[in-house]
């Protein structure tokens, strides 16, 4: 398996403009995260989803995110609108067994 | 969810073993202790876990105290490719699924 997969690997948006992250898991995965990483805040975990439904949200910062999961095989999460402050590292990560989860390169995205 | 307190950064030389302590006072019963690294540009990676004993793999010793209050990821021959920042993380209650990362221990290893 190649791994968790994210696209694009970087991301350079103007304030104001819809973005839109995604993420193949590993196959057999039932378990997705989303993942945010910057410097002040370190990573926080934004939501999780199990067999494609979203069973935590607390993290997601604001209404402007969302994230879906139509299938077992790919995720997606989006901005709208971003702003500057939103630039960070998102992750994704899958998980089947509850005590390892397998992250992907993550994302890095700088909205100017 | 329950805490952990990790020194912010630590060295070791090459070849050496490195100890990197982890303080989990507030653990329940059901929490597992999970480590994972950061190597630099990269995201996280899985390196070991543990409930009650200690736990050996290809990557790394697990050490867990008797009480739970603290544990100890041993690397047992440090390489630079070690250097990273390393998370010790607690299961999230009943759910283990959820990882909270806090800041880690930025480990140096020197050639």
């Known amino acids: 398996d190649a791994g968790v997969i994210q696209s694009p690997r970087h991301e350079v948006t103007e304030m104001g403009q819809e973005v839109t992250l995604r993420c193949k898991p590993i196959?057999?995965?039932?378990?997705l995260f989303w993942y945010r990483q910057t410097m002040m805040r370190g990573l926080e975990l934004l939501i999780y989803f199990n067999n494609n439904v979203p069973i935590d949200d607390s993290g997601m910062p604001e209404d402007r995110f969302s994230a879906k999961m139509p299938n077992a095989s790919f995720s997606t999460l989006k901005i709208q609108p971003s702003e500057p402050r939103d630039s960070a590292v998102y992750f994704c990560?899958?998980?089947?067994?509850?005590?390892?989860?397998?992250f992907g390169q993550g994302t890095r995205l700088t909205v100017v | 969810d329950a805490k952990t307190t990790q020194p912010n950064s630590m060295e070791s030389n090459e070849e050496e073993p490195v100890h990197l302590p982890c303080n989990h006072s507030t653990i329940s019963g059901t929490d597992y202790i999970h480590w994972y690294r950061q190597l630099p540009s990269q995201g996280p990676e899985y390196v070991i876990h543990g409930l009650t004993s200690n736990v050996n793999n290809r990557m790394a010793s697990l050490a867990i105290a008797e009480d739970r209050k603290s544990s100890t990821l041993i690397l047992h021959r440090a390489t630079l490719r070690d250097a990273a920042v390393y998370y010790c993380i607690l299961g999230s209650g009943g759910s283990n699924y959820k990882l909270t990362f806090g800041k880690g221990t930025l480990l140096t290893v020197n050639p």
């Open positions: 196959s057999g995965h039932d378990y």
């Open positions: 990560a899958s998980s089947f067994l509850p005590t390892e989860a397998f």
